[in-house]
């Protein structure tokens, strides 16, 4: 998955609902961890082969050897071939001795021929294998290159998708704040709908009161007032001159 | 682990083979076959090797045994001797190797020795390289006349042309005196070692003689006595010691086939 559309799943994730479980399991996928389990697996390849390239250099350089020994060998049988020629002339070995020097000579020429080209299919296949680990070793230090940069941009992404977090977070808040400002706080606005629905029962009860309330006669009513004026110890409105109303006025005061 | 545990297995009366992992395979039931090419080259070239050419096609082992050399732990000698116990000349391939891997073998010679037991508390001295003189001395020298007790007249004529005699220089020759190795050697006479013996090696020595410019004749000297003989100790006084010189050619493995 490219690290593109991955970002894009990101950001996906935090508009769609869906997108909670993507983010869950992008917490549970440990990029480090997966690509520790491929490098693993390159490395012990790597292991592998650099073993058998180890059991085929050992393999060289024991066929190579043989073929120094059996030259150097080789080298001396015809030397003393050389005597023995003059010994079978004197007569101081057998020929059938010569004979079986001889042999051994020719066999050692036809194994050394052998030797060096079995020691050539050595080098052959320790080349091969030199070959294949230096390929093997360039794919690791590359895998190491792409998944360090991979996970560079992976943690890249995973910062964005923070910072996009914290980003709305702030945002959220700021609007919150900004909505506080205005005259309809909650608490305010509850309040007023608390006072409001006061209001209304207090005046429903006012109007309950007067409704249930016993009606008067115009008669009480009217006596309810002159005893009312009496207990004031003041003449009727509607008896009195405006002066006396004026001194009843001024001595209420002084009283 | 030392795999020629004879004493030990005779007495729990295991019957383990004790020749297996040894040396090219080595073991009492293989066929040695030697190139003739490398021994004949050497005699050619004076080499005291006595051996019969025509033997060498088809050797079978007599016994085998291992080498512990003092102060010598990471390499071990091996023995494989195709001669009959108890011939005062000996056949055998003597093989060295890391101690912990027998298969990395440091050197094979092909071995011819010849036996004698010492005359007098002289010769005693001498063997043990007593007072620095003796064996460890810089060389060691065989006279025409020492050569005929190991080799016919003719074969030392032919091998020593107008010379009177042949030297052997032992390593690191500009040292006057240089004390021989000393080790045990334990020999097995079956596959089980249930008959073997125990032999200490009092004195073992190396000299080399060069035949060519790259050709080398080795000679080693020992000096050795057996101690027990099939778990049974041999008492000090009945123990006989014996003086050997070992005639020996470097081998390669590839002169060497074991079937």
Request: net charge negative; proline share 2%; aromatic share 8%.
């Amino acid at each position: 998955m490219g690290t593109f559309s991955l970002l894009g799943r990101l950001f996906g994730a935090q508009v769609d609902q869906a997108g909670e479980s993507l983010v869950g399991a992008l917490v549970a996928f440990d990029p480090e961890t997966a690509t520790q389990v491929d490098r693993d697996a390159l490395a012990e390849k790597i292991q592998d082969v650099a073993r058998k390239f180890a059991a085929a250099k050992q393999d060289y350089d024991k066929e190579q050897n043989d073929v120094v020994v059996q030259q150097k060998q080789l080298d001396e049988y015809l030397a003393t071939l050389d005597i023995m020629v003059g010994q079978l002339e004197r007569q101081e070995i057998s020929q059938a001795a010569f004979d079986d020097f001889f042999a051994g000579i020719e066999e050692s020429q036809a194994q050394l021929a052998q030797e060096v080209e079995e020691a050539a299919e050595a080098k052959a296949v320790k080349d091969e294998l030199d070959d294949i680990l230096k390929i093997l070793t360039q794919q690791l230090n590359d895998f190491d290159k792409v998944t360090s940069k991979a996970l560079r941009d992976v943690k890249l992404a995973e910062s964005q998708v923070e910072k996009e977090k914290l980003k709305a977070e702030r945002q959220a808040e700021l609007s919150n704040l900004k909505s506080g400002l205005g005259a309809d706080s909650t608490a305010v606005k509850k309040l007023q709908e608390i006072a409001k629905k006061a209001k209304i029962d207090a005046e429903a009860a006012k109007t309950v009161r007067e409704i249930t309330a016993k009606p008067q006669t115009q008669a009480e009513k009217m006596e309810a007032m002159m005893a009312q004026a009496k207990q004031a110890g003041a003449p009727a409105v509607s008896t009195m001159s405006a002066a006396e109303r004026v001194a009843a006025l001024k001595a209420k005061v002084k009283a | 682990m030392n795999i020629f545990s004879y004493f030990s297995k005779l007495f729990a009366s295991e019957s383990t083979a004790q020749d297996a992992h040894l040396p090219l395979k080595i073991n009492f039931n293989s066929t040695v076959t030697f190139e003739i090419n490398p021994i004949l080259s050497a005699m050619t070239h004076g080499a005291m090797i006595d051996v019969l050419l025509d033997n060498l096609k088809v050797l079978s082992v007599k016994s085998i045994s291992s080498i512990k050399i003092e102060g010598m732990d990471n390499k071990k000698i091996y023995r494989f001797y195709f001669n009959k116990e108890g011939d005062r000349k000996r056949l055998f391939l003597q093989v060295m190797s890391d101690s912990n891997n027998v298969d990395n073998i440091d050197e094979i010679l092909f071995c011819s020795s010849v036996t004698e037991p010492p005359v007098g508390e002289e010769d005693i001295l001498f063997f043990l390289g007593d007072n620095e003189s003796g064996l460890g001395e810089a060389s060691y020298s065989f006279s025409r006349e020492d050569l005929y007790t190991f080799l016919s007249r003719a074969e030392v004529d032919k091998r020593l042309g107008d010379a009177d005699g042949v030297e052997y220089t032992r390593v690191e020759p500009e040292q006057d005196f240089m004390p021989a190795f000393s080790g045990e050697e334990t020999v097995i006479f079956d596959a089980y070692g249930t008959t073997g013996e125990s032999r200490r090696v009092m004195n073992l020595m190396p000299h080399s003689r060069a035949l060519t410019d790259t050709l080398f004749e080795e000679l080693l000297v020992a000096f050795w006595v057996t101690t027990s003989k099939n778990g049974n100790e041999i008492t000090i006084e009945d123990q006989l010691p014996l003086a050997e010189y070992i005639f020996a050619i470097k081998l390669e493995r590839i002169n060497i086939k074991v079937i």
